[in-house]
């Protein structure tokens, strides 16, 4: 269907974000750099260099808020965001293999011209992945995560169980804990087609999955457009 894409969006400077998840609570302090972790801890997959923690969250079975910080930005500066969902115990650290289930279509985000600033953002419904469903009790976590400038991840989790809606165990959301700074602007992506894959590619069947699954993300190859709008 399509060989190459091009985001539709030009990025300047480089960034030196870092996300803090505040809703629901993170697995811990990752924005470490030492000796064990001279790269810095969040740089690591799946989870910013944090193991599974038992202190876990309750969360909608129907979905719910995601808020955090993603970071201090300073000039022009940009990330995109992803926030994907891992489930199962059969990972090195007891929990999801993979972080492979996205919740949301990725976004750009847009730092303040002036900085460095703290600012916060919230989803109040990020739904589970598509064509997924869990029951009350079950565990999964939710990752977080911001591509810099240069095209390196920050790694970011909370580990949730999953309540019905209503349930008194799911801290409420409101506007102390779900609200978007006037200093983060956001920015819708798209792709544009460059080149469509020749008649002749023998496409494995995992990989027309793949594009169908990007489809669904939004990534309709049609668009070279990008929507800068701050709230
Ligand atoms: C879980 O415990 C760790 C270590 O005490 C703490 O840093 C983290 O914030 C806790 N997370 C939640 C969701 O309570
Ligand atoms: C670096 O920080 C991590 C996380 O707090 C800690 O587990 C580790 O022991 C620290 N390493 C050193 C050498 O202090
Ligand atoms: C969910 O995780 C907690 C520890 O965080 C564990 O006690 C519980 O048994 C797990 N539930 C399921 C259904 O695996
Ligand atoms: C990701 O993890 C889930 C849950 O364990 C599993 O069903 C799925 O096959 C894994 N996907 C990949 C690509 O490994
Ligand atoms: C969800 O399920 C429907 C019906 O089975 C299917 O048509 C659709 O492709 C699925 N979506 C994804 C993203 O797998
Ligand atoms: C918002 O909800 C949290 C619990 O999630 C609570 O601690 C806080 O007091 C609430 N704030 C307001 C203004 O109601
Ligand atoms: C924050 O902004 C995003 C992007 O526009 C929006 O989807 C979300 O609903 C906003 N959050 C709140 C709490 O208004």
Not at 56 to 75: D, L
Not at 184 to 195: C, H, Q, S
Request: proline share 8%; with cysteine.
């Amino acid at each position: 269907m399509l060989s190459s894409i091009l985001l539709a969006v030009i990025t300047s400077t480089l960034a030196a974000a870092h996300t803090i998840i505040t809703y629901p609570g993170w697995r811990g302090d990752n924005l470490i750099t030492n000796s064990t972790w001279p790269y810095g801890m969040q740089w690591t997959y799946p989870c910013g260099g944090i193991q599974l923690t038992t202190n876990r969250s309750y969360w909608p079975t129907t979905g719910g808020a995601v808020a955090f910080q993603p970071g201090w930005f300073q000039g022009h500066q940009t990330a995109f965001l992803y926030i994907n969902l891992g489930f199962g115990t059969t990972g090195p650290d007891g929990g999801p293999e993979n972080m492979s289930f996205p919740m949301i279509a990725p976004f750009q985000i847009l730092g303040p011209s002036k900085g460095p600033y703290p600012g916060t953002m919230c989803l109040p419904q990020v739904p589970l992945p598509s064509n997924m469903s869990f029951n009350a009790g079950d565990n999964a976590t939710i990752q977080v995560v911001e591509i810099a400038q240069h095209g390196a991840a920050l790694f970011s989790c909370a580990d949730i169980t999953f309540a019905e809606p209503g349930d008194e165990r799911i801290a409420k959301v409101n506007e102390s804990n779900c609200f978007n700074s006037t200093d983060i602007g956001f920015a819708e992506i798209y792709t544009v087609t460059t080149k469509e894959i020749g008649d002749a590619a023998n496409i494995p069947t995992s990989a027309a999955t793949l594009w169908s699954a990007w489809s669904w993300l939004g990534y309709l190859p049609v668009i070279a457009c990008s929507l800068w709008f701050s709230i």
